[in-house]
């Protein structure tokens, strides 16, 4: 009866003991872009073509350097922390114009779709501009777009009470939607890389 006992409480501990221990097994890929590589994109204004442009820092100045400032862009300030080069995890996303009347042109910023270049109807692609997430994800924050049919203009920023203010000015904003996700300037990501 003794060694009858000893094996059932043997055969108990064993399987104790293999359930109460978990393998190894290997961290999955991380699925956030580094975020110590993020550039800083900043909003200007034209008040000649009378059109808002988002774009990197460093781009906009190069631009302004090379080409002069014919179309008198204004810095209004740093708007997000986004990709210059490809980043795993990230899309392009492309500049696309529409001429409006005269000097006049208005800017869109839409992400790649299915690995291809954007397409509006009216608008062109000019090129990629930067590389961002097509969904919230890794501490991203939506860039909130509103449009101006009237003046033929579009505007992004991060904050979602800037958007709600300026659609409330009954001016002739509208809600544009969200093209797709960036870092914030203050970026409490903890991602690991």
Known sequence: MKSIFTVFVAFFLSHISATCFTTMEPREAETCADPSLAS???????STRTAHVIRSQTDM???DTTNGNTDNWQFQGPSFLAWITPQEFTVPFYQLTSPAT??????IFLPAVNSSAPTAPGFSVQGIVGY????????SVPL????????ADHWW????SDHDALLATETGWVDAGIPFYVLPLASSCTCSV
């Open 40 to 46: 800083l994109y900043i909003s200007v204004f034209s």
């Open 132 to 139: 961002a997430y097509s969904t919230q994800i890794c501490g």
């Open 61 to 63: 100045i190069a631009a």
């Open 102 to 107: 005269g000097a006049k042109s208005d800017f």
């Open 144 to 151: 909130f777009s509103a449009s101006n049919a009237a003046a």
């Open 157 to 160: 920023t991060t904050s979602q």
